[in-house]
């Protein structure tokens, strides 16, 4: 037996009442399932009676599991009978009473919040504008130029741009220090790669020639070593300088399948233009989105924007761990904290649960559906990728895999609902 209240920000309050013949059989069910880890003198271990146990352990010894055996099955319940709740996170339970007539447990539980939908049809949207730029076609091209580069040797001294193999011994206050020595070292001047003006000074010295080379590290160094002076001992050993090949019709052969340096040039910029449009269509799409979302109300849960920003942060050092780093040396690194992070991304996370929520509303709204032959057409796409028949892979996949294509069927019918049905300037 339960009564239920919706009280504000979607939270519904269930009082649920056990009387006490039910109670006493969820404490008998919490006996039969732990009784087996009791050790009672006299018996062997899992058939002491329930009465000794209690006598030997405290009366109120399976109250915890009982508990946890009724919510589990109550709440259930519940949820199967009561639709409109949708729980974004796990209840909390009071114990509101407890006699001789059984026991009251108070639920409170943040449901999924309503979603008013506004204006998502007839809408003017102005589509995402864009072209490919001459700098676009440019850098294009200087990236197959500079795979072709080569490195030649010369004996002019060293300048911007060109590549060194250097000796070097840094020191602070006279001492060595671990990590500031390497010989043969290969290093492209202007790259960056060291500290403060370090590849500025090696500019004009000649093959052969020593020197000392002062820099500053900077704040974000360990504390070993940041905001201290350091004097490099120099020698430059060899100069290699960068040749590019020339823009010509020969280069084109040699880079892609074109005799011509003209079709070449041609071949990039339609790529360009139509990785150019594939973007603009997707930035269109986003703003149809960003339209209807403005337009719904939806007051969205403190314990939603909380996860989300908790996914933002598994995310973020998921990423990070690709480059080798771990989230506390970036805290350390950025002078940050996951406090601060959690506060930076508290606006993306708002906005990014309300699209969801009315993105989730208007499917519903429109009745789209994924059908199952429109999910089997998708997983014999991933089977064929795979070199594998129908049956074979869907064998192994998982619901979690199967739930990800339908949501992606699911978005393509919105989003071709949104174009066709408001008017993209």
């Not at 992070?341 to 009745?367: G, H, P, S, W």
């Amino acid at each position: 037996m339960y009564t239920l209240e919706k009280k504000e920000k979607d939270v519904f309050k269930i009082l649920i009442k056990i009387n006490n013949e039910e109670w006493n059989g969820y404490i008998n069910q919490a006996y039969e399932e732990t009784k087996a880890k009791f050790a009672v003198q006299g018996f062997r271990k899992g058939k002491a009676p329930r009465k000794v146990i209690e006598q030997n352990y405290g009366a109120s010894i399976f109250f915890d599991d009982a508990l946890e055996i009724a919510f589990a099955k109550e709440y259930e319940n519940i949820l199967e009978k009561e639709k409109q709740i949708k729980p974004v996170a796990q209840p909390e339970l009071s114990i509101e009473k407890f006699d001789e007539n059984g026991i009251e447990i108070l639920v409170s539980v943040q449901s999924e919040p309503e979603v008013k939908l506004g204006e998502y049809k007839g809408l003017e949207i102005e589509s995402a504008k864009g072209k490919v730029s001459k700098d676009k076609i440019d850098a294009e091209i200087n990236q197959a130029r500079e795979r072709q580069a080569r490195f030649v040797e010369v004996q002019t001294p060293a300048k911007m741009g060109d590549f060194v193999c250097i000796d070097f011994v840094g020191s602070i206050d006279g001492k060595e220090f671990d990590g500031g020595k390497a010989e043969d070292h290969r290093l492209e001047l202007g790259s960056k790669s060291f500290v403060d003006t370090f590849e500025d000074q090696i500019v004009g010295m000649k093959i052969g020639e020593s020197k000392t080379i002062t820099v500053k590290f900077p704040d974000n160094y360990p504390p070993e070593l940041k905001s201290k002076i350091a004097d490099f001992a120099v020698t430059l050993k060899k100069v290699e300088e960068k040749q590019l090949p020339e823009l010509n019709d020969e280069f084109a052969s040699s880079v892609s399948e074109f005799e011509t340096f003209d079709a070449y040039k041609k071949d990039i910029v339609k790529h360009l233009e139509e990785s150019l449009q594939a973007q603009l269509e997707r930035e269109t799409e986003n703003k149809i989105i960003e339209a209807v979302v403005k337009n719904a109300t939806v007051e969205v849960p403190e314990i939603m924007i909380q996860k989300q920003t908790d996914a933002f942060l598994k995310d973020f050092e998921m990423r990070l761990s690709y480059q080798g780093m771990k989230l506390q040396d970036y805290y350390e690194y950025t002078k940050s904290t996951e406090e601060q992070f959690k506060k930076d991304k508290y606006e993306d996370a708002k906005i990014t649960v309300k699209t969801r929520l009315v993105l989730e509303a208007l499917i519903k709204q429109e009745n789209l559906l994924a059908k199952p032959e429109e999910i089997d057409a998708k997983v014999q796409e991933i089977a064929t990728k795979y070199k594998k028949s129908l049956e074979d892979y869907k064998k192994n996949i998982s619901e979690r895999e199967l739930v990800y294509i339908e949501n992606g069927i699911l978005m393509e019918k919105l989003i071709n609902f949104l174009k066709s049905n408001n008017q993209i300037k």
